[in-house]
């Protein structure tokens, strides 16, 4: 089965940028989505398309996907955007056709 | 805007059926697809499995022999059954939006309800 390869952990200090990646075998022809999880909150989607905000995410955030190597960039990071963050792809040629990445907590200094 | 909400009991006993539904508010269930995600306690995000208003399923074949999934467009609702629970299906369990998009050959979850936890325990 397809498997998408996340770093358990990124840390970054306030106002800089924060760039949590997702990896996975030529994920760059697949399109990915992004959510960020908040503690004992539901998640909630930040990213789709690869690059895609959906209405109320801050353009602090932003994606990009080519090659084996998806990339969640979040700038001028907040204390607010501390955060477990997952990457997620539809892989049709495996199953579970939906498939998580295994989660970045992200930390602000 | 669309919310969803979960409901069910939050204990059930090992070999037993656990069963949640999801209500869907401000919006139709019609003409979307439907599906369910856990979280265990501290660990990562599964995939259950997803209906479409046809009735027509997807599940996840590491739990397709014990889920069953359905829904009801009259109530806007659409509902879980995961049969034989032991402790290891202990999590929170979510509904959520699948927002399917056959000819690109993706999907995304959008939105989430704020989940339910059920816990397996005699």
């Known amino acids: 089965s397809y498997v998408l390869t996340q770093p358990p952990s990124v840390s970054v200090a306030p106002g800089k940028t924060a760039r949590i990646t997702c990896g996975g075998n030529?994920?760059?022809?697949?399109?990915v989505h992004w959510y960020q999880q908040k503690p004992g909150q539901a998640p909630v989607l930040v990213i789709y398309?690869?690059?895609d905000r959906p209405s109320g995410i801050p353009e602090r955030f932003s994606g990009s996907n080519s090659g084996n190597t998806a990339t969640l960039t979040i700038s001028r990071v907040e204390a607010g955007d501390e955060a477990d963050y997952y990457c997620?792809?539809?892989?049709?040629?495996?199953?579970?056709?939906?498939?998580f990445g295994g989660g970045t907590k992200l930390t602000v200094l | 805007q669309v919310q969803l909400q979960e409901s069910g009991p939050g204990l059930v006993k090992p070999s037993e059926t656990l069963s949640l539904t999801c209500t869907v508010s401000?919006?139709?269930?019609?003409?979307?697809?439907w599906s369910w995600i856990r979280q265990p306690a501290g660990k990562g995000l599964e995939w259950i499995g997803r209906?479409?208003?046809?009735?027509?399923?997807n599940y996840n074949p590491s739990l397709k022999s014990r889920v069953t999934m359905s829904v009801d467009t009259s109530k806007n609702q659409f509902s879980l059954k995961l049969s034989s629970v032991t402790a290891a299906d202990t999590a929170v369990y979510y509904c959520?939006?699948?927002?399917?998009?056959?000819?690109?050959?993706?999907?995304?979850?959008?939105?989430w309800g704020q989940g339910t936890l059920v816990t397996v325990s005699s």
């Open positions: 959520a939006r699948d927002l399917t998009m056959i000819v690109a050959r993706t999907n995304w979850f959008d939105p």
């Open positions: 401000g919006g139709s269930i019609s003409s979307y697809y």
């Open positions: 209906i479409y208003t046809s009735g027509s399923t």
């Open positions: 030529n994920i760059g022809s697949k399109s």
């Open positions: 398309y690869d690059s």
């Open positions: 997620q792809v539809w892989d049709s040629s495996s199953d579970p056709y939906v498939v």
